[in-house]
Nanobody, 120 residues
Framework: QVQLVESGGGLVQPGGSLRLSCAAS????????MGWYRQAPGKQRELVAV???????NYADSVKGRFTISRNNAQNRVYLQMNSLKPEDTAVYYC??????????????WGRGTQVTVSS
């Protein structure tokens, strides 16, 4: 099977920065797209940013110019650099891997999430 493990969340003041990391492990052959979603209390999970295997990216309008997604295909890792953080960025951030080809199948996978809190 495949597992995604996030790290790097925490408490930061408004205007600060955090870098989230996600490592995919298992018998992975390839991963199509990797991305970050977030879910704030009482709200639906929403896309933050996604990056394809070729490097093309897409961002939610609310984070454009502040967040940067990147990935290391050789290590099956994806990162989210978050700058100029705002209180409304507070949420649980989830890593997502789309169309993961592994030794015994193909599927989409989610991490368990990491809490990001932006507060003074």
């Amino acid at each position: 099977q495949v597992q995604l493990v996030e790290s790097g969340g925490g408490l930061v003041q408004p205007g600060g920065s955090l870098r989230l990391s996600c490592a995919a492990s298992g018998s992975i052959v390839s991963i199509n797209a990797m991305g970050w979603y977030r879910q704030a209390p009482g709200k639906q999970r929403e896309l933050v940013a996604v990056i394809a295997s070729g490097g093309s990216t897409n961002y939610a309008d609310s984070v454009k110019g502040r967040f940067t997604i990147s990935r290391n295909n050789a290590q099956n890792r994806v990162y989210l650099q978050m700058n100029s953080l705002k209180p409304e960025d507070t949420a649980v951030y989830y890593c997502n891997a789309v169309r993961v080809t592994y030794y015994t199948g193909v599927g989409d996978f989610w991490g368990r999430g990491t809490q990001v809190t932006v507060s003074s």
